[in-house]
């Protein structure tokens, strides 16, 4: 048996057991596969822009030239909506053909308001003119509000302006013939009035606040028809469509 002595003089020996954890599964499996996910979903886009018409070829190759969206072609726009008007006179008629189509199919009243409607082509973009007779159309005498006739025709007009990436202008004119108010209010404030209830009332039916580049009040400063200052039809409502600019040679590259 052995002695305490002994005991105390053996060296303690201490085993240290180390665990080790399995190694965990990599992650680089999932990188692989999102790349060749992302690889077959090119080849597809690229396969069905092959099969595509030419028209959605310049769509998508006008997006990636213009992200920013100030082109003139499909899908370079903010609006993302529509055809953006060209520069050439056609697409402009075309585009006057196209509001006149939708006015006289969707107005019940089209028969008796086509005498007031004039739709020019002027080097701004397409302006549609809404003119007054002695008895008032689309705006009662003296008043800032629409009438119903107004109200109907302004609110086809957003609906189909609301489809295209211009920005539009709105203009409203009076008459020579004093505006006979003891408050001060004249034929100044009444163009401005009249062009912001288009206005609102065009945006309440579509037309996108960022389509808007200006309401200007005009007054009788400028008459359609000056030799006749008086004339009911200077009295009126000018909504302009303004054309699309073209993108100057190598301007996309350059953004």
Known sequence: MASTEDVKTQPIIIVRKRHRHKAHHGGAWKVAYADFVTAMMALFIVLWLLSS???????????????????????TTKAGAGEAL???????NNLKKKIERAMAKELKD???LKDYLNVTITEE???????????G??????????????????SKLAEQVSTLPNL??????????????SSGYSNWELSADRANAVRRLMQ????????VAQVRGYASQQLRKPKAPEDPSNRRISVLIRKVEAIPSGAAAGQ
């Open 53 to 75: 018409n030419d028209k959605v070829q310049k769509a998508v190759g006008g997006y990636f030239r213009d992200p920013r969206g100030k082109g003139q072609l499909v899908g």
């Open 86 to 92: 060209q520069v050439k006179p056609e697409d402009l």
């Open 110 to 112: 089209f028969a008796n």
């Open 125 to 135: 973009g397409l302006r549609i003119e809404f003119l007054e007779s002695a008895t």
């Open 137 to 154: 159309v689309f705006f009662e005498s003296g008043k800032s509000s629409p009438s119903p006739a107004g109200v109907e025709i302004f």
């Open 168 to 181: 539009v202008v709105i203009e409203g004119h009076t008459d020579a013939k004093p505006f006979g108010s």
């Open 204 to 211: 309440e039916h579509g037309l996108r606040a960022d389509q």
